[in-house]
Structures are given as structure tokens and as C-alpha cells.
């Protein structure tokens, strides 16, 4: 009786990422066409559920570290994916698709809202896209909050840093910057002495 041929051994599979510096400039050009308003979601939504270009948990490490940065958190982002797969090339293709083709569009907008700026129907659209932005931002925090399951912290620890912030932020008017500075702090000093310890 022969042997059975032993079996082939399995490659494992890279996750998904840009293809060329296309690719990149491409996909950050549609994600920019789809964020006025409320970029958080768009971005997670293409770059964790489309794309897989990021798992949940890189995205929330990613735009942590985004929002520290001076700028805007997702051209910080753009930077920074561009750069990991392609290097400064792709750090600046993904800037220049994530900018130009809606800054033409925004200057083009700027055009018309100069023209009928006076307009009640353009004013009552302009109040309508503001809380759809609002919602698409609760959203995406909410899809964003599940990461929290696999944090160090207990989840009672990181609800009550987030509902610090949003008083702080929201209902004191405290500068975001402090604010980023003292719970950001405070939720690094904690995360550090759970995994220390």
C-alpha cells in the first residue's frame, strides 16, 4: 500500500492592502468625495469594512494617533497609510487623493454659496447635512466603541473617560486640547499599570 503524499504546506495569506500608488490615490480620492462633514465614519467604513486595509483595532490606533498630531486627524491618517506600504510616495499619493479633486469641488461650492447664500432652502439644506454628519459620527463611534471588549482597561473604566470627555468638551466648553492632553494621559497611565502589572 503506498503512502498518502503528504500535503502541500498551506501559504498563509497577507491581508489585504493598496495595490500601486493608484490604488492609493484612487481609494483616498473616493473616501474624500464621501466625508464632507463627517469623516470618521466614511474612513472607517472604507478602510476597515471595504478595504481591510486595517482591522478594527489598527484603525482605532491609527486614528489615536492621528488626532494627536497637529492637523487635520484624517490627512494625518492618509500620511500615514500611504507611508506604511509605499513610503513617502505613497504617503503623498494618498495626500493627493484624499485633496484635490475635492478641494476643485470646494471651491466650486464656495462659488455657488457666495451666489445664494441668502437662500432659506440653502440655509435649511446646509442645517439638514449638518445633522446627518452629527448622526454618521455617533454611528461610527459606536462601531468603534466594540474594540473597547479587548482593551486592558475594564469597560466601566473607558465609559466613564468618554462621558468625562463629552461634559468636558460639550457641556463646559473646556479646550480640546486639554482635554485630549489630561484623559488621553490619564487613559495611557492606566493601560500601562493594568499591563505592568
Known amino acids: 500500500m503506498s503512502k498518502p503524499p503528504h500535503p502541500s504546506p498551506v501559504e498563509p495569506v497577507s491581508p489585504p ?15 474624500a468625495l464621501q466625508g464632507f ?9 472604507e478602510l476597515v469594512e471595504r478595504k481591510r486595509w486595517l482591522t478594527q483595532e489598527e484603525f482605532i490606533e491609527d486614528w489615536a494617533v492621528a488626532q494627536i498630531m497637529p492637523g487635520p486627524n484624517v490627512v494625518n491618517l ?62 461610527a463611534g459606536l462601531k468603534l466603541a466594540v474594540a473597547l471588549k479587548r482593551s486592558p482597561l475594564p469597560m466601566s473604566w473607558c465609559v466613564a473617560i468618554a462621558a468625562l470627555g463629552f461634559v468636558l468638551v460639550a457641556l463646559l466648553k473646556c479646550p480640546l486640547l486639554y482635554v485630549l492632553a489630561g484623559l488621553g494621559g490619564l487613559g495611557c497611565i492606566l493601560t500601562w499599570r493594568r499591563l505592568k502589572a
Open 17 to 31: 492592502r493598496p495595490q500601486s500608488l493608484t490604488d492609493l490615490f484612487s481609494s483616498f480620492t473616493w473616501l
Open 37 to 45: 462633514g463627517g469623516v470618521l465614519a466614511v474612513v472607517q467604513r
Open 78 to 139: 492618509s500620511l500615514m497609510i500611504g507611508g506604511r506600504w509605499f513610503g513617502l510616495p505613497g504617503a503623498l499619493a494618498a495626500l493627493a487623493g484624499l485633496l484635490a479633486l475635492p478641494l476643485v469641488l470646494v471651491l466650486g461650492l464656495a462659488v455657488l454659496h457666495d451666489r445664494f447664500a441668502d437662500s432659506p432652502q440653502v440655509a435649511g439644506a446646509l442645517r439638514g447635512m449638518a445633522a446627518v454628519s452629527a448622526g454618521l459620527i455617533g454611528a
